[in-house]
Each structure stands twice: as C-alpha cells, then as structure tokens.
C-alpha cells in the first residue's frame, strides 16, 4: 500500500531551489485507488514507464496521457495461479487528481543542503465521500537521480499544462468571523495546501465592516487569478458585491443605476470560516474547509446567478438571497447583540422576533420565470398559454416573511436548504412567501427546515419561482420600531425597514427592487450535481 512519508526532516528540491517539505498529507491504502471506473488505457500514448516501490511491492509503473498505471512485479508463479493474479490487479490515479510533485528527500544532522533522495511524491485530490474531497500523497520510491529527475520533470510539466489552475491568488481574510477563528483556519488548513500547490498568496485581513469593498475599488487585480475570501456569509457576500462593482467601474458601466450588469473579472473562492457558511454549503454541498481549498487549487469553476438591489431607481447592492419580514427583524435584533456569541446572539434574536412576532403590510410584485426551454416545447406545441407568464403578477396582504433567494441556501440548520428548489445558475429566484398565520403553526414551519419533510406543505405559505421581484411595505406603522425591539440601528428616516442580505442587515425605507442576472460572478467548486456525476477515480471509505 502507498505509505506516507518516512521518518525524519524530509523537504522537496526543484531544480537547485530547495523547499522544506509541508506536513505529510494522509497517504491512502493502494487497494482503494482502483475503485473507480478505469479510464481506457489501449489507445493511449505512453510517455515513461519505469520501476518504483509503492508501498512494500516494487512495480512496474506506466505514464500516459491521462493516468499513472502501476502493477506489482511478479516472479514467476504456477500456470493458473488465479488467487495470486486477483490480488495483484492494476491500479492507476487519473492525472487531473494530481495537484503537486516534490523531490522526497531525507536529511540527516550533517546534511544541511543536500539530503538523500529516496523518491518522487505525488500530491492528489481525493473524493472521500459524498461532496467531501481530501488531499493525500503517493509516494514513488527510487534512488537514482536521473531517474527520478526525468520522471519529477514531466509530471512538472503535465501540471503546467492545466491552465485553468491558479497561481496567484488574493486573500482576504474577515479574523472576527464567527468565534474569531478565520485567520487559524487560513494559517492551519489553507495556507499549506495553497503552498503544496506552489500557488503565490497575497494576504490582506480586514478591519472593519465594507473594508473589503474599499480594498478591492483601489486595488490591481491584473496580477491574480482569483480572490479568496477566509470568512463567514456576510464577508463572502462583501466580497462579491466588491468584485462585481470593480468589474462595472472598469467597463465604465454606471453603478447609480445598474441594469445590465457585466460579470465580474475575476473568480471567488469562498473559505467556510462563519457561523452558518449558506454560500460555500450552497457551492459544495459541505462546509468543509479542505473541500472549499482543493476546489481552488484544482481551479473548478462554477457560474453562479447574483441579484441585484435597488429602490427607486438607485442601486443598493449586489447579493445571492434575502428576507424581509421575521428574517430581517431577526437579524437585525442579532446585529444589536453582537456583545454575544454568534449563536447565542442569534438563538436570541429568534425567540425574541417570534416573541413579538408581527405581519408585515406588503405589495408584492413579481415576474414569473420562463424556462427558455420549456417555452420552447409549449410553442412547439401551439399551446395558448405560451406566453402567459411574460406579465407582471401582483399579490398583497400581511405577511410574517418574504424569502427571495438564487441559490439554495443550505446549511446546518436547513440540510434540503431554504429554497431547496433553486438551482446555483438557472437564471431564477425563489420567491417564498408566509403569510400571517398563528405563532404556533409560523414555528412550525420553521422547524421544517431543520427535516426531510416538505416545509412549504402549508396553507399560509405560498411559493413562486421568478426573475424579477418589487416589494412594497403599504405602511410605514409596522416599519423598523427601535424602541420596541431595544433600538436595533437607529436610521435618520426612523421608518425603515431591515432586510437581511446573505446575513448583513441593509435597512430600506421605501420599496426594494430584485432582479436575477445569470452566471453573474464565477465561484471555485463544483455544483453538487456534477460532484455526484462525476468518476471517483479515487475513494476513501
């Protein structure tokens, strides 16, 4: 079996550059990395085959284009010795799972410079289980210089040839996200694969709230491939909204009132470093911080929809999802507290809201979604109501929340996601709706969320999927009341209304316009769709 690396101080040499070796990633049983479907090996170039030691075998090993092949050396057994053959089958890694190469060196107290090589380690993406992806290593054994030099020099340059992948990368880092652990989590988990990865970081930790947008607007951005953000929903949102508002300044699009906006230069990779982490649960179906960082560097992109914000012909802000009604209260009674911990202060503001639990007097317009395709098909069909859902559709009433959101919007608390219906990049929005109904049967529904049962199953709660949405507060008697919820955010109009955007608070006065824009803003993953389409040529079970 493939083991990891053996005792001692071990560091990888490139070229005459010398490199201390990182932490040993787990090294995974040889038996396990044939558990997938063989990519076909016939018509393939092969470009060096050699002899290595893997594990405690030495193998014949195979490099082609698309896979390293590796097969125990067998003495010569009996004719029809099947038992021996089964155990001794071919194995093979894909290379796009290959995200690094080192020198494997030992060193001694009186090596300082050169130490003893021993081999060529191989740095791998793994799948371990469902969404959940692991870094391990594979270690080649050989201890002829020319002979691993040849082999270290073209894996060097098959990795070269995945462009896709990043080589620079720009950190921002929230270090107050949830209990103030972002900058452990980047220094402990990220920043050692991202060096594995030889990928060059420039790091900037953030000290107070819009620090990011002010940061970005100045800064230049043509020497990366990406930005990274190391926080929680609300600072990944931040930073979007900042790459996004970058990318309309340098088209020379205006952003008083934007509404064709371009998409953003550059990609997002996001850090699950939060209390609730929707976004990064949304991209990669896990909140995991090694899944979201391998993601990076193997440079998996994943076009995402973004909305816009605006009222009255002014652009407020780009963001994913928002609540208006008991979310919005919510938050904004967890923004007064902020003295508590995250969960405390939100646990708090939730019995609270529920406490003083009240509707909402609201105009509600919306644009129904047209699936282009499914368009398609009832035109082709002559059907009458082809073009039904082309007109605004308008409903009012009270309502306890107003829920509209692009992307799914899972995490801990709602496994299925708040809106689980909606898709990361399928030009839609999911608009859901309580309307007033007793405290008992509203706690009902939120509790839903947290099972496999169907939280919409109700009479009071209604559910759309749109493009565009208009919300209009009819009076402002039920507005933002800081006496009566202990003054969370006095406003100068004191009648506003507190929205909750991917969990920062943006306090309106007047109506709010949302409107969806497709594969607006590229982000680092894979949807959970392809992650479970895809070939496990490695698993870890």
């Not at 529904?445 to 949405?469: C, D, G, I, M, W």
């Not at 969370?488 to 709010?512: I, K, R």
Request: hydrophobic share 35%; glycine share 6%.
């Amino acid at each position: 079996m493939p083991r990891g690396r053996r005792g001692g101080r071990v560091s990888a040499l490139e070229g005459c550059r010398e490199e201390e070796a990182p932490p040993a990633a787990d090294a995974v049983p040889s038996v396990l990395w044939a558990s997938g479907q063989q990519p076909e090996a016939a018509a393939e170039l092969i470009l060096l085959r050699g002899i290595f030691e893997i594990g405690r075998d030495s193998c014949d090993v195979v490099l082609s284009e698309r896979a390293l092949r590796w097969q125990p050396i067998q003495p010569e057994r009996p004719t029809g010795d099947s038992k021996y053959n089964f155990l001794h089958k071919e194995e093979f890694i894909e290379l796009k799972d290959i995200f690094s190469v080192k020198l494997k060196r030992r060193y001694s107290v009186k090596q300082q410079r050169s130490g003893t090589l021993l081999g060529i380690t191989l740095f791998i993406c793994l799948k371990k289980e469902q969404n959940k992806l692991k870094d391990s290593t594979l270690d080649l054994i050989n201890l002829s210089e020319d002979h691993c030099d040849v082999w270290f020099r073209q894996f060097k340059k098959i990795l070269a040839g995945f462009s896709d992948r990043p080589k620079s990368l720009k950190i921002v880092l929230n270090p107050q996200s949830h209990k103030k652990e972002a900058t452990q989590v980047y220094y402990e988990k990220v920043e050692p694969l991202l060096k594995i990865a030889g990928i060059k970081t420039d790091v900037t930790v953030t000290e107070y709230e819009g620090h990011a947008v002010s940061l970005l607007k100045e800064c230049e951005l043509q020497g990366f491939d990406g930005v990274v953000c190391v926080g929680g929903d609300g600072s990944a949102s931040e930073v979007a909204h900042a790459l996004l508002l970058s990318a309309q300044k340098n088209t020379g699009v205006e952003t008083d009132s934007i509404l064709t906006p371009v998409r953003a230069q550059l990609p997002l990779g996001v850090i699950p470093a939060g209390s609730t982490n929707v976004l990064a649960h949304s991209l990669h179906g896990i909140s995991h911080v090694v899944t979201a960082t391998l993601h990076i560097i193997m440079g998996h992109i994943q076009p995402v929809d973004v909305c816009t914000f605006s009222t009255t012909g002014k652009f407020l802000r780009f963001g994913f999802s928002a609540m208006f009604g008991f979310g919005g209260r919510a938050l904004a009674l967890a923004e007064k507290h902020r003295w508590m911990s995250p969960n405390q202060r939100m646990d708090f503001a939730v019995i609270k809201a529920l406490a003083k639990l009240r509707p909402e007097e609201c105009e509600i317009s919306f644009l129904p979604f047209n699936d282009p395709q499914d368009l398609e098909e009832r035109r082709a069909q002559g059907s009458p109501k082809s073009d039904c859902n082309d007109q605004w559709q308008m409903i009012q009433g009270q309502f306890l929340n107003v829920s509209i959101m692009a992307i799914p919007c899972l995490c801990s608390v709602a496994p299925r996601g708040l809106a689980p219906n909606t898709r990361l990049n399928n030009g839609s929005m999911a608009l859901i709706i309580a309307r007033n109904t007793s405290r008992p049967e509203f706690i009902k529904h939120l509790k839903r969320y947290a099972s496999v049962k169907n939280q919409f199953n109700f009479p009071f709660v209604e559910t759309y999927t749109v493009e565009e949405v208009k919300v209009h507060p009819r009076s402002n008697s039920s507005g933002h009341n800081p006496e009566e919820e202990d003054g969370p955010h006095e406003t100068a109009t004191g009648s506003s209304f507190p929205w909750n955007v991917d969990g920062d608070l943006m306090e309106v006065a007047s109506e709010v316009h949302v409107r969806v824009h497709p594969r607006l803003i590229n982000l680092y993953g894979k949807s959970m769709e392809e992650m479970n389409d895809s070939k496990v040529t490695c698993s870890c079970l």
